[in-house]
């Protein structure tokens, strides 16, 4: 989907029941550097009527922002320290919809157990399975029902909480701020080495960002950073609540954050 009128870069990529497909075209990414580019086909999910307000029938740009730069995860580095111990690498994709980076996850790397999550819809939930199963990695990744805040062991199950927590554009509702919290409490491995990956579009809102910053701090993670990154070109910059506000230029950045429990 290529720029709208006014020049207003859209924040979703596809809509409920179409097919959307990625590539990784990131150059600089290791994950996407494979013999064959890495490339993942979704089918994107429909809600019931009840439940339109999750708006989880759309990909979003903060999805793809986050398949496009696995490296940044370090899941190399943890899939090494694992192995000696015949482990694999637990990684949990909250707020999933499609699937897109948590699928991506599974296809690029070996020794990986990924669990794709999203809210107990039965619509929803059977096109993630569908999902997994069209992309070929039903041997290391399943789809599990899961409303934030609610009991997780069907995400957990026997084999224990997890290495590393993704999602992307899951902050935009601050209501669900508290829930969100506790899921992350509860899923992320008290580990020094565990991490929470969080992307989310300045679409967002910088005050409803901070606010969920200020919250997670008293819930016992550090932020280990928080950069707003141009969703297309390579510029930077710190997390700022007080940045611009004009809706053009928020369509066009994300902001990556990163939590590791206070230890």
Request: charge should be negative.
């Amino acid at each position: 989907m290529g720029e709208t009128l006014f020049d207003h870069q859209p924040v979703t990529l596809a809509s409920a029941g179409s097919v959307y497909t990625h590539e990784c075209k990131n150059p600089s990414s290791k994950a996407c550097a494979t013999g064959a580019p890495l490339k993942v086909s979704l089918i994107t999910p429909d809600t019931l009527p009840a439940n339109w307000s999750l708006h989880a029938s759309d990909i979003w740009v903060a999805s793809r922002y986050l398949a496009d730069h696995l490296d940044q995860l370090s899941i190399d580095t943890m899939i090494t320290a694992r192995r000696s111990a015949g482990e694999k690498v637990r990684i949990l994709e909250l707020g999933a919809s499609a699937g897109l980076p948590g699928i991506s996850i599974a296809k690029a790397f070996d020794d990986v157990s990924v669990v794709v999550s999203d809210y107990p819809d039965e619509l929803l939930m059977r096109t993630l399975a569908e999902n997994v199963s069209r992309n070929g990695v039903s041997h290391c990744c399943v789809a599990a029902p899961y409303a934030w805040g609610s009991d997780a062991s069907n995400v957990i199950g026997d084999d224990g909480a997890f290495d590393i927590v993704v999602a992307a554009d899951t902050l935009w509702n601050s209501t669900l701020h508290t829930i969100f919290i506790q899921s992350l409490r509860t899923t992320l491995k008290k580990l020094p080495s565990a991490r929470i990956h969080l992307v989310a579009g300045l679409h967002t809102g910088r005050y409803t960002i901070q606010s969920f910053l200020d919250a997670v701090q008293q819930a016992g993670f550090d932020i280990e950073s928080a950069q707003e990154r141009q969703v297309k070109g390579d510029q930077d910059r710190a997390w700022d609540v007080k940045g611009d506000n004009d809706d053009k230029d928020r369509r066009r950045w994300v902001v990556w954050i990163v939590l590791k429990w206070r230890i």
